[in-house]
């Protein structure tokens, strides 16, 4: 038998392009579904865990696919926004501790999430490097953000502003990063945080500038000069927080009528869950409120069902593809017809020819299997990202 | 005696359980940060021996006007519970990212009864047009009817964290309400005696007390420490024409040569002492008590 797989690997040698081309169709043949498998996989993984860690979502009424992908994943398509009363209400139940979230920027190609300090909580993030946001115009990385950006506690970055033509708009903010996260293996990992305050910075709705006219009026300090801090169209607007100019940063309006994307609510118990619920049955609110795990469940049903389809090509191409190798065996047969003559004149028995070709099929499996599990090996590490690029972008 | 050892096993497990759980509660002490003294005081009678309550700002600055730095803030995030006075006492919320689930607003009960200050700063940029920061009167706990309800705000957030302390928290709300309406009634018992008496105070920090105990009050703007210029003095004497005072509330005791300038014009200073931070001696109730004390002489007086 040793034998056999000797002169089956010297053959095989001597027929090098031969054998690493059927070893590469063979490996990827393999590879192809057990790659998407993988990632279809990881993709559940990864969104069922998010899914069953958020117990209830409330966000603008429309699709709550989206709502669940923008509020959990953070995806690029983004949600309506609602209003910060969403969260007052909640709270106003007293049924479940509300989690608001702002997720309408970018920053460089990373999610800029507004978020309260509670949410760190919630999701177990905690700074690798660092602290936690503490001032107004302060953030925080997450682990894949902070890498991709090349940034650490210390560094600055600029918030992308949306009108940056608008010259009477909002202004990019500079941002202070304070902290980077511990790696969760989460979306989070990819965003950078900022407190719920700043991102309304950010968004136009606070701002600090310095004070230029000094007008008559009531006094505002005891036995001060009879003025009062006046500002003006023509006033600048600060584009850095600092310790200095916090004082001047303010907002206008309620901030009950502030935007957010959506609130996590964190029901008590079961009972404080199917109440909340039934407070959002009118279809004609404004808002709605989704079981994150319904929706992901619900959503993994289609990619599944997308995923049986692939299935089932690549198993027609594999067929195909396994008669294809069956008939370059046996066109090799015919081409080698002179040589297994010979080893018949040699004395061996058909046997041997047999063992001889089955020797070349398991070796020929043998790669391919090694260069299929490889590629798979290689691959694995970003089942998770690929699964976030196909399913969620 | 087979059901004596057992009864005599279950009562022992019961006093080890007894005494693990108190342990337990003392070895996690709740850590409580408060905006200000009135409300760390609160804290202090209701949650006893089972926390820790600080009040970040220090000795010698008025809580309303400080501000947190990074350093500080930091520590308020690691709090179980961050007690907030409302009515716009902490100006620097807006500036500093705190756990929203940890903040307690004790004046939330009574937020459509906040007094408005109405001379608001007007000013207009960009797109909005004019607009103004209006401002709200924060001495909240002057009223001790509202102080009452501050406290009871604490309660709350106290059993909220810790339902196993809800007996002790509610035994000490009980005394503490009793402290705070014996205060009430005796405010509106000397009040009452003669009701719209002309009263000046030294700085516009009594809005609360005024409402609650009918109080005919006018204020100025003057410190303690300093002497006023002579247009204040100028300002002063126009409004004792229409509004003839005999005595002028203060914070903190006056300077010797305001008090003196004051008596001149027959105007006796009294403190009221809102005790916004922690007192060098005594406690809440004890400055209270003196402050009532001051009031009632500011009656008797003719």
Known sequence: MRHDFYLAWRHLRHHRTRTLILVLCLSLIAALPLGLHRVLDAGEYWMTRRAEATPLLVGARGSSVD????ALYFSEAGVPAIRMQEADRIAATGWADPLPLYARYRVQGQPLVGVTLDYFDFRGLVPAQGELPAILGDCVLGADAAERLGLGPGDTLASTSENAFDLAGTYPLKLHVTGVLAKARSPDDHVVFVDLQTAWVIDGLGHGHAETQMAAAQPDSPFGPATVRRADAG???????TPENLGSFHFHGDPATYPISAVIALPHDVRSATLLRGRYLDEKSET?????LDVTRGLLQNIFRVGALFDGILLLVGAIAFLLVALVFALSLRLRQREIETIYLLGCARLAVLRLLFAEILLIALF??????????????YASDLARHFILS | MPTFRILSFVLALLAAASAWGASAVGEHKLRIVASNYPLAYFAERLAGPWATVTLPAPADVDPAYWRPDAKAVGAMQKADLILLNGADYEKWL???ALPRLKLVDTSAGFRDRFIRIESAVVHSHGPAGQHSHEGTAFTTWLDFDQAAQQAEAVAKALIAKRPELKTAV??????LHADLAGLDSEVKRITAAKPGLPLMASHPVYQYLARRYALNLKSVHWEPGEMPPEKEWTGLDKT????????????ARPAAAVADDLSARGIASAVFDPCANRPESGDFLA???QNVENLKTSFQRR
Request: with cysteine; glycine share 6%; aromatic share 4%.
């Open chain 1, 67 to 70: 709502l669940t992908l923008g």
């Open chain 1, 235 to 241: 006033l600048l607007t600060y584009t850095e927080i």
């Open chain 1, 288 to 292: 709605e409120i989704v079981r994150p």
């Open chain 1, 368 to 381: 391919a299997g090694a260069v299929c599990a490889a590629v798979l090996a290689a691959a694995a590490p």
């Open chain 2, 94 to 96: 807006a500036h500093v």
């Open chain 2, 170 to 175: 509610l035994d000490g709300l009980k005394t």
């Open chain 2, 240 to 251: 004792l024409a229409r509004h003839p005072a005999k005595t002028m509330l203060w914070e």
């Open chain 2, 287 to 289: 400055v209270m008590r």
